[in-house]
């Protein structure tokens, strides 16, 4: 900005803001000839001083930790402008924008920043945005504020156990969204058959098929009503998909939601725009079938870039307020490093609760979100990943193929998918280097910075290492070369009693991260591969000598709850005779290799049956 740009938009002289920028008061100002240049994102700093020529500290503001309520935000607390992304918008005006950023990087609240902005409502809420960097742009984008009907409904909550109590809770989102908009009860323009529907909804005898056209009927009514056709905020919305994914009633989810957003957002005449947040793209299962109107701006897209965390010169803003300038490159070291687009940014979340904790460093991300896609993701990755993710631990960087719609269910069946998945999870940095013939992004990944090493090594490598300690993994890797099968069972049993207490032994996928985890350090006889296809299927896991001279394992494993050791014994013979029937050794013996040892594992609980052949 100039010098007469800023004084404008902070309401101070020209000849204030000189003196400031050559005080060095204002971060990133720099001197052209006569002139100054100051960056857009500055901020006006204090002015503390009172008539009388002495000076007093100013109460400074809280930055908003934790808050999601633009209204709360921008008010009472020290709030980050981003109402740029509005004139962004307006300058394209895409029919439906989906935004996936890694959690905690401030989608929610951006996403209620929109909704105050556009919202239609009994009150003038442009007295939250004349003081912010969109109402200096000019009338082309005020004009839209308060103009617009909006559908709003945010899915950050939705993590139950199993689908009917996931379905309960969606019908209560939707009906607490239908409620805000009650007053179309008594509209004269919806007909009968419409508020037949919103009775039905709001008193909750409406049937799951009625939910799933919810968005799709709500801004029918809207757009009569208003005269204006809606806009629909959709947050987080992929976060009863993961659960889904998780618990195990993926495809249920899946379905409802497919239907939801495809009555809301596809073909829909009745939608103004349409704006969604989440983590991933999930394009692939079909949520979003046929909707050729949705542009996607993920984590390797410029455009929005800076809008979804903070940005070098926010963050030295910030530290320019709170008076600790010099605490800048503790917070590069720390919560910088990542790259949106060709936009370096900053974790909002951390750098927000570090100023919180008295400017005291610590892994403060590592907390906001659950670890157990985590679990999935070391249950399917082969040796050559776990390598790889030692090798990022390091400080090294790896080139890999991106695709930034990975799915939940490729995480079982494509280990390559464990990279894309960490890139768009925050786990990763991804620099852009090319397209590759396929249409996936390839990328140079790395750990961003100090905080992620960290959460890194603690949620995704030490989990193995904590499952196994090296003593038991010793003991357990000589029985198995043994082919002694007794003490292997054994062994296993003892190290399940030990960890049990710490980690949960009710799913199949424990259990193959155990395994996974045990033959992933052994040592470097073996090539350890995980979810490969072989003969007629894939089996669980095989370890392959690199010299044939050595024996080769196949390793089937099954789960059940509650069972006798009948059983048990009845379902690890089940896993053995799998081992045969799907030729799960055909890849072993093409190899030339002469001894191969089959194992068919039982769990139940702490309990394990062991068949071998």
Known sequence: ?????????????????????????????????????????????????????????????????????YL?????????????????????????????????????LNMDMLKTFFEKTNEDNSCYFKDKKIWACGEKYTQHQGKYPVIYVSFKDAKCDDWDTTLAFIKQLLQS?????????????????????????????????????????????????HGVAPIIIID?????????????????????????????????????????????????????????????YSVLDTKYSQYFGFTPNEVRAICS??????????????????????????????VINYFANNCIPKAFWQSTGSNDIIGEVLSSADADVYEQLQKLLRGESITSSIDTGVIYPQLRSNPASVYSFLLVSGYLKGEYTHTSNNGDDACILSIPNREIAYVYNK?????????????????????????????????????????????????ENFFHGLMLGLCAITDNKYIVFSNKESG???????????????????????YEKNLSED??????????????EKCYDTHLKQTGIITIYKYGIAFSGKNVAIKHS
């Not at 009472?76 to 402008?81: A, E, F, R």
């Not at 829909?268 to 050729?292: P, Q, Y």
């Not at 007629?536 to 024996?551: K, M």
């Open 321 to 350: 307020y709170y008076g600790v300038a010099d605490k800048y490159t503790e917070l590069c070291d720390w919560y910088d490093g990542y790259k949106f687009g060709t936009t370096e940014i900053f974790n909002p979340w951390s």
């Open 177 to 225: 969204e239908f409620s805000r908009h009650g007053y179309l009860k008594d509209s004269s323009k919806i007909d009968d058959f419409e508020k037949s529907y919103l009775k039905r909804i709001l008193s909750g005898e409406a049937g799951e098929a009625e939910y799933m056209r919810a968005f799709a009927m709500l801004s029918q009514m809207l757009h009569k009503h």
């Open 459 to 507: 949620e995704i490598l030490q989990t193995l290492d904590d499952i196994i300690p090296p003593n038991s993994a010793t003991l357990l890797r000589e029985c198995l070369y043994r082919n002694d099968v007794d003490g292997f069972k054994l062994e296993l049993e003892k190290l399940l009693r030990n960890s049990a207490s710490v980690f949960d032994t009710t799913h």
């Open 236 to 296: 987080e919305y992929d976060t009863p998909i993961q659960q889904g994914h998780t618990k195990n009633f993926y495809d249920k989810v899946v379905l409802f939601m497919r239907n939801l957003f495809s009555g809301g957002l596809k073909d829909n005449e009745h939608l103004s725009f349409g704006f969604l947040t989440g983590i991933l793209r999930v394009a692939k299962e079909s949520i979003f079938s046929g909707l050729n109107n949705i542009t996607v």
């Open 72 to 108: 709360v935000a921008s008010k009472n607390y020290y709030y980050i402008d981003k109402t740029l992304l509005i004139k962004e918008f307006l300058d394209s005006c895409p029919m439906v924008s989906l935004f996936t950023r890694p959690r905690r990087f401030g989608k929610s």
């Open 567 to 580: 059983q048990l014994n009845c379902l690890a013979e089940k896993a053995l005779n799998q081992i045969s």
């Open 1 to 69: 900005m100039t010098i007469k740009e800023t004084s404008e938009r902070w309401n101070i002289t020209e000849y204030r803001i000189r003196a400031l920028c050559r005080s060095g008061k204002i971060p990133g100002a720099k001197r052209i000839g006569k002139s100054w240049e100051i960056p857009e994102e500055a901020l006006r700093p204090l002015d503390t001083r009172i008539k009388s020529g002495r000076y007093t500290k100013k109460q400074l503001l809280p930055l908003p930790t934790g808050i999601s309520n």
């Open 536 to 558: 007629y299927g894939r089996f669980d896991i095989c370890l392959t000598p690199r010299t044939n001279s050595n024996p080769a394992f196949i390793l089937e494993l099954k």
